[in-house]
């Protein structure tokens, strides 16, 4: 009989859908992802004005404090954008956090280039902060610790890191995380257009390429037989949510499920989870329910025009430089458990190989096996590792389901 922590981390893992964001979804799916006749004669700049006013007010509101508010600063447009609109408030001597990774595989590890521009444009007090593999690996363990469940997601030792340095500064911090969400930024979403409004399975298909990490077969293949399930629930739990009235559009239904399950279930609690570890309190102005209920009536055209963030970008232009608008887009880069090698892909092969993984028993050997002999060779859609995905899952069990330290 297999233990259910074990069920319920597998889950997590393999984007089940959690209670959580179950219980979320039905909360706030009744919110429209439609448009609102008072906003049909809207110009294209008519809602980039709306957008940066509602933006302008949630970075205000997320300064009230009894201590100083400092500012995480990738570089990419959204947390460059907060930067500029809380200097615009009037914020000086602002403290700014940017870090960044070796580069592995010819992926680099920092985008200081860019957070560099901000930090000069504003007058930042910046703060950069290098993290080499004898500080990173041995934090991994600590990361792992800090999570509530598994989180396959590279960038959560990247933010727990970021967290202890940004925490011996302030105590608050504001974030450009959810804009990808809920201006649609992620690649997926330009390709939903051309899916027909009305039909919810072209709609999955096309959402289902681009995001699922595997499909059903794939899932079946790297399991054991006794994990197997008769049903593709990811799929079946995608198509009722698309299903659900008040979404106008495909591109729409995939904003909607993105904003109200992933979001919630994924990006935000590996943030949280992080961040607290460390004492430090994150607020996110773009999760500001007055500009999420605005973004979702947006026509979806505006939002994924320009590569993705169209109105944002549009937007930004009146407060940030062009050069961290008109940029390829990035992503936390955390190389090393992308590009599995040395002590990391050790890490990941004594975790697989250890007793309590094979008495658990979750994986099929020959899988594993497979994985094993060429760790890089295939990412997913995502841009993840699956190697790192399954060897992750591993580690969490043994340090909260077995005790290992």
Known sequence: MQSTPGVAAMASAFRIPSAVSII???ATSSSPFSRRDERSKWSA??????????LRTAVKRRLVADVPVGCLLSGGVDSSLIVGLLAEAGQTGLSTFSIGFESVGGVKGDEFIYSDIVAKRFATDHHQIRIDTARMLPALTDTIGAMSEPMVSHDCVAFYLLSQEVSKHVKVVQSGQGADEI??????YPPMASAADDDVDAALGRYRTAFFDRDHA?????????WHLDADVAGEFVRDHFAHPGAATATDRALRLDTTVMLVDDPVKRVDNMTM???LEGRVPFLDHELVELAA????????????????????????PHEVIDRPKGYFPVPALKHLQGPYLDLVKDAL???????????APAAVDRMLADPNGNLTPLRGNPLWQIGLLELWLARHVDGVK
């Open 218 to 226: 794939g899932l079946d293949e790297l399991l054991a037989p006794a």
């Open 353 to 363: 190989q250890s007793s309590a993984a094979r008495d658990r028993g979750l994986f």
């Open 183 to 188: 201006f649609a930024g992620y690649h997926w």
């Open 297 to 320: 009536t947006c026509p979806p055209e505006l939002k994924t025009a320009y590569d993705g963030k169209g109105v944002l970008k549009e937007a930004a232009r009146k407060v940030i």
């Open 24 to 26: 979320t979804t039905h």
């Open 45 to 54: 700049r008519d809602w980039e004005d709306a957008v940066l006013d509602a």
């Open 277 to 279: 570890a460390w004492g």
